[in-house]
């Protein structure tokens, strides 16, 4: 398909994201999802509202995170550059799921579960989903990491690899894992131009923001880890959370702790929920979020503002879908279904 340069040809992108968001799950079709009650009415209930047409029961998560897969790469095609290769690295981010789950097969193959249902099939990627499976059948780890750095080329992810099959922390693992996609990210931001550049540092900003917060939040309710030991999880490139605060709450023993000592903006986001879980507040997180991306989707007159944050919209949605599926498979009450989902 022929691309152009995102300077031209914005009026056509902003009219077709808002064309794709129209028939998004938000709004009432998000509250009329959440009380679908059973899977086939679920199913039905995209399908006719244009959100995405399930093409079957089987892998239906799967079917969610292809649906924002290729809804990325249909928005790469349309444009070049920095904002391409930005897209297309979202992609990559995607399939690098793959090798998370693949670590976790291999260092800890007594863990219940089905590897083919694990493992997302994405069209087109660089490795496919029989050369992960070909890692599983190295007889040691040497053999493993060796096959592990020619199929993935990445000498970093071998690394990490190399490390869990010393340590057995899947935990560090994966933060590591996280963590560079999160500097690659911000790298990639960095070069787009103007109002999308700007937009997005501040948007993923907060979101590494949250995710340092979740991580002290959990850490005071559950893991009890001193500086040092939590020190793997912290992520570079917050917009107003500290490596210093970080450390300082690691001793934090509750949430209210963590709360009362986080920047004024995370303060009142949190406010009045010092006794929530820290799910609740994870995902209050995850709202506020959502509500500044909105904001300059819907109501900044720049076609870039909305060009830039339409994939943290497309993220977002794709947890929303996720969550009411799997709150219908375990028979979850309507309400509960609806308190997840994030607005």
């Known amino acids: 398909m022929a691309t152009f340069?995102?300077?031209?040809g914005l009026d056509f992108l902003y009219a077709r994201l808002h064309g794709w968001w129209s028939r998004s799950a938000t709004g009432p079709v998000l509250e009329e999802l959440t009380r679908a009650a059973t899977e086939e009415n679920?199913?039905?209930l995209l399908q006719n509202r244009g959100v995405w047409a399930v093409t079957g029961p089987e892998r239906v998560l799967e079917q969610f995170i292809l649906r924002q897969y290729e809804r990325l790469g249909q928005l790469a095609a349309r444009v070049d550059g920095p904002f391409h290769a930005y897209l297309e690295l979202l992609q990559h981010i995607l399939e690098r799921e793959n090798y998370k789950t693949i670590l976790n097969y291999r260092f800890f193959p007594e863990r219940e579960a089905h590897l083919n249902d694990a493992l997302v099939r994405f069209p087109g990627a660089e490795v496919s989903e029989n050369d992960l499976l070909t890692l599983?059948?190295?007889t040691t780890d040497e053999q493993f990491l060796r096959l592990f750095l020619q199929t993935t080329g990445s000498p970093r992810l071998t690394e990490i690899a190399r490390q869990l099959s010393q340590d057995r922390d899947l935990m560090r693992a994966e933060c590591a894992v996280d963590n560079d996609s999160y500097q690659e990210e911000l790298a990639a931001i960095r070069r787009l131009h103007g109002e999308a550049r700007q937009v997005l540092l501040s948007l993923k900003g907060q979101?590494?923001?949250h995710v340092n917060i979740t991580t002290?939040?959990?850490n005071a309710n559950f893991y009890h880890l001193d500086a040092k030991g939590l020190s793997y999880a912290w992520v570079e490139g917050g917009r107003e959370l500290s490596r210093r605060l970080f450390d300082h709450l690691a001793d934090a023993t509750s949430s209210a702790q963590v709360i009362q000592a986080l920047p004024a903006f995370y303060q009142h986001v949190l406010a009045g929920e010092s006794d929530a879980?820290?799910?609740r507040l994870d995902h209050l997180l995850h709202c506020q979020l959502a509500r500044q991306a909105r904001e300059h989707f819907y109501h900044s007159a720049s076609p870039r503002q909305a060009l830039a944050v339409y994939p943290i919209l497309l993220e977002q949605e794709t947890l929303n879908l996720s969550r009411i599926y799997?709150?219908?498979r375990f028979n979850l009450p309507a309400a509960d279904i609806a308190a997840m989902m994030i607005r």
């Open 136 to 138: 599983l059948d190295a």
């Open 326 to 328: 799997e709150g219908i």
């Open 216 to 218: 002290l939040l959990r």
């Open 42 to 44: 679920f199913f039905h």
């Open 5 to 8: 340069p995102l300077n031209l």
């Open 277 to 279: 879980s820290s799910t």
């Open 207 to 209: 979101q590494i923001d």
